[in-house]
């Protein structure tokens, strides 16, 4: 199945007019407000695929039942939800009549990708760690609302919900006696042993497992690795026992009373019941001998936000299919890291850009402005910008009932400057000058530019425009960059940038020096230092001295290595820090240990140690286990 081509919503939630939304079959990062509706388009994806499993279409489109989703401004006498999918003009819907679709198929391609689709909120991981000190965390609550009614038995005949919804709704009973029927005990049996299979591949059999996803993408630099597990046990006891997992399955229920000065377990009920069966979380960290993992007891006490939502997050990534072909399945993801701060948000980007784009679909809806733009400029610098849909969702307040607005974000700063210039609005222009110069140079410039030491109170503070255009000529000159072209920039902001930027209207103008800036930054621009290579931190570079003879330089990065692009040559960036760590030839190996700030001047100095034949582009000699950089790019 193509991606999904356009979404249309009518009287749905915060929509009170018909209101569509082209995606045509491209990833989304969309930008709205709380109470702007990106939400509901959302919820709006998650009532059509659940219409699969569970029709509620009768409550959610009644205007009369207490649950209903209905607008209460609309007009319409019918809302719906639809879809539509690339190549296909077949419209896939939800309204008061429940499912529809416009020309009916033998087999709903929904029901499928219902199974193969993927939700997550804030209110999910809230709901993986909202637990007090003297609670066991079980997760049972979470899978059965958000896990199990978009998983598919092993079978592909239901839902795993379907199953438990079955099983919970009625006892099923032999004849007129109080034998369990023997269908009803083989249903809680494939329940049982469905998610049983789903916990054992979360655990151990997923590739990759929520261990692996920790350890590998989100655990911090220095941390004690985690050991991350679920238990759901066939444990026997009459009675369940706290902070142990149970099977979904008949018995009675107990409560603690005191008698005799003793506490003793009564049974509320003398009839059979189904007991709700309990998830457990098992974490374990590392312990110092590197060996052996210990289990922290209360991790909703011993961890903060940040670890707690890694950890949820590598449960349910662990349960993305990474190895059959993208046919159309999403991950929607709402507002799901506002716990995070940006480098920990930076992470998760980076796995869902890097490991889940390229076989999911990804819908991400967002509040948090400064999250939008950091997601999207990561999108712009190192991935595929087209396949992507940028934009804004705004209420309209200038019409009764106010409605959501979506704003294509479709051009880029420069694009913008350029259409202001064309405009002859140079005071737009000016600002819009200043924002994408600061961006270009704080982008660019490694940490040491952008930072500096308050002289009052010694902190690390950031540098001023001034500063760090100050500190342009040096990155230039290390990166083998032309500076003369960017040589008047501090003149060009001290002449109209500020003026602009302080809303000076007094100041005048002059078109050929904004022109003459706007080139400027435009080329700035175009200098590209956001891209890492995908390599292992230990690389090697294998030469030959002057007299003929073989040497193996072994160094170590101590950061991501940073790629250098800019009129279409590829290189590695000056500053990247690195360790030699060992030099090996016929005569010499040994080991060295040395630190230095670039990788350029480690390998010049090692250079005219052994009297080594220098070579220019470092991409063309570093290897990652036998293979050249240049053939991971």
């Known amino acids: 199945m193509a991606a999904i081509s356009k979404i249309t919503i009518d009287g749905f939630k915060a929509f009170p007019q018909e209101f569509e939304l082209n995606l045509d079959g491209k990833n989304l990062l969309m930008y709205g407000e709380n109470g702007s509706g990106k939400s509901s388009i959302y919820y709006a994806l998650h009532a059509l695929l659940q219409s699969q499993c569970k029709d509620k ?40 009549a429940g499912y529809n679709e416009s020309v009916p198929q033998a087999t709903s391609p929904l029901r499928d990708l219902n199974g193969k689709c993927i939700f997550i909120n804030h209110k999910l991981l809230f709901n993986v760690f909202s637990f007090r000190n003297s609670q066991y965390i079980d997760l049972f609550p979470v899978f059965i609302k958000d896990i199990l009614p978009f998983t598919l038995t092993r079978d592909q005949s239901k839902y795993i919900s379907e199953l438990y919804d079955e099983a919970v709704a009625k ?25 049983e299979y789903l916990i054992k591949l979360i655990n151990q059999n997923a590739v990759p497992t929520a261990t692996d996803i920790f350890n590998n993408n989100f655990r911090d630099i220095g941390d004690r690795k985690l050991k991350i597990s679920l238990e759901y046990n066939d444990n026997r006891d009459d009675i369940p026992q706290p902070n142990k997992s149970y099977w979904l399955r008949l018995g009675y229920r107990y409560h603690p009373v005191e008698i005799a000065g003793r506490m003793e377990n009564k049974k509320l009920s003398t009839e059979l019941e189904v007991l709700q069966p309990v ?34 997050l590598s449960i349910r990534f662990a349960l993305l299919n990474t190895v059959d072909p993208a046919d159309g399945r999403f991950l929607a993801l709402d507002d799901m890291l506002i716990s995070l701060d940006m480098s920990n948000r930076m992470k998760v980007i980076t796995y869902l850009l890097d490991k889940v784009a390229p076989l999911y679909k990804l819908y991400v809806f967002t509040h948090d402005r400064l999250f939008y733009h950091t997601f999207k400029r990561k999108i712009e610098t190192q991935y595929k910008k087209t396949d992507w849909s940028f934009g804004g969702i705004y209420i309209n307040d200038s019409t009764t009932p106010n409605e959501p607005n979506y704003v294509p974000d479709n051009k880029s700063k420069i694009e913008k400057i ?9 005071f737009r222009c000016g600002t819009l000058l200043r924002q994408e110069c600061e961006r270009c140079l704080n982008e660019l410039l490694p940490d040491s530019f952008r930072i500096k030491a308050d002289p009052n109170t010694g902190a690390s503070v ?35 940038l500020n003026s602009t930027a302080h809303n000076d209207i007094t100041s005048p103008f002059y078109r050929n020096e904004i022109k003459i800036c706007k080139q400027a930054i435009t080329l700035l621009a175009q200098i590209n230092r956001a891209k890492t290579i995908d390599c292992h931190r230990d690389l090697s570079i294998i030469q030959n001295n002057k007299k003929g003879e073989n040497f193996t330089i072994r160094l170590r990065l101590r950061e991501p290595l940073r790629l250098l692009e800019y009129s279409d040559e590829k290189r590695i960036s000056y500053y990247n820090k690195c360790e030699i760590l060992r030099i090996i030839s016929p005569n010499i190996d040994m080991n ?11 390998y010049k100095e090692i250079c005219k140690r052994y009297d080594l034949i220098k070579q220019d582009n470092l991409l063309d000699i570093l290897q990652d286990r036998g293979e050249l950089l240049r053939n991971k790019l």
């Open 171 to 195: 006892i099923k009973r032999k004849g007129r006696g109080n034998r369990i029927d023997d269908t009803y005990k083989d249903l809680i049996k494939k329940f049982n042993k469905e998610t």
């Open 462 to 496: 950031p540098k001023n425009l001034d500063e760090l255009i100050g500190s342009l000529e040096e990155f230039c000159n290390h990166e083998q960059i032309d500076y003369s072209q960017f040589k008047d920039l501090k003149t060009y902001k001290d002449l109209f």
């Open 57 to 96: 279409c009768s409550i959610y489109f009644s205007t009369t039942h207490p649950e209903s989703i209905v607008n209460k401004y609309t007009n319409k006498p019918n809302a719906k939800v639809e879809i539509k999918f690339e190549g296909s003009d077949v419209a896939y819907s939800i309204s008061q």
């Open 592 to 602: 060295v240990n040395e630190g230095y700030e670039s990788i350029y001047v480690a």
């Open 418 to 426: 350029e259409e202001a210039y064309k405009c002859h609005d140079y």
């Open 279 to 312: 998830i457990t979380l098992k974490v374990e960290e590392l312990q110092n001998d590197n060996v052996t993992y210990k289990p922290v007891p209360k991790p909703q006490t011993q961890f903060n936000e940040a670890k707690l939502t890694a950890i949820a």
